[in-house]
């Protein structure tokens, strides 16, 4: 058993990459030190232990985790360096060779974390315990807040997809999630700490259930019960895992906001064939109209891969062509990264870095017409926005339920508070509209 006094006063640095869901876990990382005495570091300070949580989604996330390492080593001379997430699972024995990496811990074990920190001696090479994809079960609950007012509740973890362009099955195991009972439970503790605003994230929440026999549906009803939480939003679930009752539900209740998170990956039929999607356009185009016409203020995102194998030039032309005709709010761009083990390899057609980049210039392009667009259709309106704290000199901002970003001149008594404003013009930088109080 690990003797926690040798933790006391001890401060930790905390430095995590990738999605909402590895800000949760990393926060549930810091919750697990600070019972046993850690404190996080402050500015100018040196740190006795370093959080890394890493992620692999991409050739280029790989590299940024690297170089994370590097510099959180270097500031921190002497600090024992604990890396952990979707990089350290997939490659545990490259992490573990950086210089000054002390422990490198799989997806299994980042939930017990305290079990293998010893005495925090710095090891003379990094140690790594893993453990084999097939063999990850364990569902670790985390719940995140950050210096935002919205908290981050994890739901569900793993996938069962296997798309071929993706590593993320093989660096968070198989689809499971926690109980219902436990989630509302959290949202609780939530609204008792005072937060307003809940994110449900995952690896594919809409898969929720696989290891409870529960249903995604059922939980978004058991939280909308919750008293105390005045807003929730769905973070990415998969097109053909968004139900017509999940679209209705959302359409009439209170709390859950008219706000989707959907990928698309492609618009071209041939393309999401080839990259194992469980959809077509014809789906796609079926939800995006469900939520519209019941929602027509929606904000929907959509996340959207170019250059992909086998992407031609007349595939990425029908892929544009189709999203450019979608009723959505913004698109998130991603070029694709080839990543080892994956079935996309076996694609003869490559795409080359420039056409990637031209094609990507593109898609921003459009999302950026298409949020303007959506942006300005609601200058004049009332809307109520929930604002978050700001940086000092900074103009505090805020969301409305439908998403839009809304601007006010620095008031700290508003932090964390639903107000009414009437939606002005865009800002300086056309990003947020500017909030008249009411």
């Given at each position: 058993m690990t003797d926690t006094t040798i933790f006391q006063n001890k401060k930790a640095v905390y430095y995590t990459l990738g999605c909402k869901l590895n800000f949760a876990e990393t926060s549930t990382i810091g919750k697990m030190l600070k019972e046993v005495g850690v404190r996080t570091v402050r500015k100018g300070e040196q740190a006795d232990i370093c959080v890394i949580n890493t992620c692999s989604v991409t050739e280029m996330a790989d590299k940024k985790c690297r170089q994370a390492i590097h510099r959180l080593a270097k500031e921190h001379p002497g600090a024992f360096i604990v890396v952990t997430g979707c990089y350290a699972q997939l490659k545990p024995g490259q992490v573990a060779d950086i210089e000054g990496v002390d422990l490198v811990l799989g997806a299994e074990q980042k939930g017990d974390l305290m079990k293998y920190l010893g005495n925090l001696e710095k090891h003379e090479h990094g140690e790594a315990i893993t453990t084999a994809t097939k063999d990850i079960r364990t569902f670790v609950p985390s719940c995140s807040r950050?210096?935002?007012?919205?908290?981050?509740?994890?739901?569900?973890?793993?996938?069962?997809?296997?798309?071929?362009?993706?590593?993320?099955?093989?660096?968070?195991?198989?689809?499971?999630?926690?109980?219902?009972?436990?989630?509302?439970?959290?949202?609780?503790?939530?609204?008792?700490?005072?937060?307003?605003?809940?994110?449900?994230?995952?690896?594919?929440?809409?898969?929720?259930?696989?290891?409870?026999?529960?249903?995604?549906?059922?939980?978004?009803?058991?939280?909308?019960?919750?008293?105390?939480?005045?807003?929730?939003?769905?973070?990415?679930?998969?097109?053909?895992?968004?139900?017509?009752?999940?679209?209705?539900?959302?359409?009439?209740?209170?709390?859950?906001?008219?706000?989707?998170?959907?990928?698309?990956?492609?618009?071209?039929?041939?393309?999401?064939?080839?990259?194992?999607?469980?959809?077509?356009?014809?789906?796609?185009?079926?939800?995006?109209?469900?939520?519209?016409?019941?929602?027509?203020?929606?904000?929907?995102?959509?996340?959207?891969?170019?250059?992909?194998?086998?992407?031609?030039?007349?595939?990425?032309?029908?892929?544009?062509?189709?999203?450019?005709?979608?009723?959505?709010?913004?698109?998130?761009?991603?070029?694709?990264?080839?990543?080892?083990?994956?079935?996309?390899?076996?694609?003869?057609?490559?795409?080359?870095?420039?056409?990637?980049?031209?094609?990507?210039?593109?898609?921003?392009?459009?999302?950026?017409?298409?949020t303007r667009s959506f942006y300005a259709r609601h200058i004049g309106q009332e809307a109520t926005v929930l604002m978050e704290h700001s940086k000092p000199g900074c103009p505090m901002h805020g969301f409305t339920d439908n998403y839009i970003r809304v601007e006010l001149e620095q008031n700290d008594a508003l932090d964390n508070q639903l107000i009414r404003v009437r939606l002005g013009d865009f800002n300086d930088d056309g990003t947020a509209l500017k909030g008249i109080i009411l």
């Open positions: 950050g210096d935002r007012t919205r908290y981050f509740l994890k739901v569900q973890d793993g996938c069962d997809y296997f798309c071929s362009y993706c590593t993320i099955p093989f660096a968070r195991g198989r689809s499971r999630n926690g109980k219902i009972a436990d989630l509302v439970e959290q949202a609780r503790q939530v609204a008792a700490e005072g937060g307003k605003e809940i994110v449900l994230t995952g690896v594919n929440i809409g898969d929720f259930g696989k290891t409870t026999g529960e249903s995604f549906f059922d939980l978004v009803k058991a939280l909308d019960a919750v008293e105390g939480i005045e807003r929730y939003r769905i973070s990415s679930i998969e097109p053909n895992l968004l139900t017509d009752e999940i679209i209705e539900y959302v359409a009439r209740s209170r709390r859950f906001m008219p706000h989707f998170h959907i990928p698309l990956q492609s618009g071209c039929d041939e393309v999401l064939k080839l990259m194992r999607r469980r959809y077509d356009t014809a789906l796609f185009a079926s939800k995006i109209h469900k939520i519209k016409s019941l929602m027509p203020d929606a904000f929907i995102g959509v996340d959207v891969i170019v250059g992909t194998r086998g992407e031609t030039p007349e595939y990425f032309e029908q892929a544009y062509e189709f999203i450019q005709g979608l009723d959505v709010t913004q698109l998130h761009v991603f070029s694709y990264s080839e990543r080892p083990g994956t079935q996309a390899l076996k694609i003869d057609y490559v795409v080359s870095p420039d056409d990637k980049y031209q094609r990507s210039q593109r898609l921003l392009a459009l999302s950026d017409e298409k």
